[in-house]
């Protein structure tokens, strides 16, 4: 028990450290849930949200309800962390949003001191009608590049239903990144999914993305922001494909390239209904002259200048 | 201030400055008038020091010193600075960052300031991005306002008011003159003869080359007559083929 409160102690500390706010844990109004390794170091609910972590071998199992008709008023925090420097962390979710729920969740998912850990998330979740979902994933890595993070999720849309995903690995070496998110959209459902990496050294990010818009007047926009610098290596693939009649679809892709580093982009798009119309944009290659050249005539030096144009892309 | 000297540029075969010479004095509004495609966006990348505009012969100073090779940011920290004709567009600049991020001073009640001498309502603007949500000008004011927060010895301006609505472009001469009122000087770079007319100077420049310098009356008279509508691309008025001549002839041309 003792070694478990200097656990959750240390837990917030690095919560802290990346930028989040620990008091947000002993705030009754917001639930929470903090998780090392496979242990369940603290939770907290709120009216309406069901959340039960079963602890398994290497991580931990969850599932979490908002009961149906509940509107979560403040985003629900999650803590995800290996501190020692070797670890794995496996996180099942199973999540099931009611209809006309609303629920927004802020995931910090800290490895500060990795040199060989692997953060693995297995997720399935379901939107039941007119519910909203939305899922920030914010990463704090240490600078030495030995973490892989595997995020997986199945998601599926009903009616009227609308998720939001947020992506963040921006702070610290990347490591091995390999996300691959689909979403199933229903009528009228509405999709909003956002990945943004920095990678550097020799990290590798792999971003693969994709909706359907099975659902008459389904809406979905796949947006990514990568930068890689040094030997880094980028692939995202972002896919839309349009059944329902009406349906709405979108791929935004920007990837910056520096030193040696190598990025590819494939759009995938495919109209099975006539009435459908889905759109993409890509823009691959190194900072853009006229940012670059703006900034620099404001004296800010080169590097200065880089930096400004790709943090304010990734922000 | 400025002096510029014999100054070429050619892009592959194409010459796309002749013998460019001029100079700017301390506080002084200098307009450099000339048709679409006339070399003038060119002489001002040129002289901000732009990539791919390294003049192939000729020198530039700037207050003593040479700075025709020296990179954009060194000619910035000289004081230099510019406003493009076709502003960059951002993602997750803050405009109040943006507008000083060339300023010594820093402070949201000053950014509002320059927000507002633009013309840019600072409730509307005071949380948004240098960002596609933005039309042309709107960014063009935003870039005009960054260029007067750094209080810069020399601003070159590419069109300043292109795109930029009626009401606004009060704005915009009254920024240019307040360049001039604390010292600084401009290159006022337009297609428009009515612009031209708050410089104390100005050059009339065709096919690459600046064949006229003077009274900014003086120029538009000549630029009505002779330039205005140009009847080909590659017009060159009759006096200018002269000073061509005399220069050197121009390969684009070939007149």
Known sequence: MIEMSKDYQMMLEAYQQAEGNPDVFSDSKIANLVVHKNQVLGKHLVPGLEVEPKETKDGVDLKIRVLPGIKIEYPVHLCFGVLPKEGIQLINIDVEVGENSKVSL??????????????????????????SYEYNEVHFHGEDGGVEVVPKAKIYLEEGARITTNFQLIHGRVGRLDIDYEVEAGKDAVTEMLAKAYGYGKDIIKIRESCILKGDGARGIIKSRVAVKDEAKSEVYSEVKAYGKNSRGHVDCVEIVQD????????????????????????IGSVDKGQLETLMARGLRQEEAIDIIIKGMLK | MLKIEDINLKKGEKKILNNVSFEVADGEIFGVLGTNGAGKSSLAYLLMGSSGYVPDSGKITFNEIDITHKTIDERARLGITMAWQEPARFEGIPIMD??????????HTLAEGYMDSMRLTVSEYRTRQVDKTLSGGERKKIELASVMAMKPKLAILDEPDSGIDMLSQEAVIAMIREIKNYGGSVILVTHDEEVVKIADRAALMCSGITFKVGEPIEIIEYYKEHCKPCPTKHYVPSEAEGFQRRMGPSKESGK
Do not use: W, Y
């Open chain 1, 106 to 131: 802020l995931a910090h998912c800290i490895f500060p001191n990795a040199v060989k850990v692997r953060h693995l998330m297995e997720a399935k979740i379901r939107v039941k009608k007119n519910g």
């Open chain 1, 260 to 283: 040696k580093a190598q990025a590819r982009a494939v759009p995938i798009v495919d109209v099975f209904e006539h009435t459908a119309k889905v759109t993409h944009e890509a823009a």
């Open chain 2, 98 to 107: 943006f507008i000083l991020l060339g300023s010594k001073e820093k402070g």
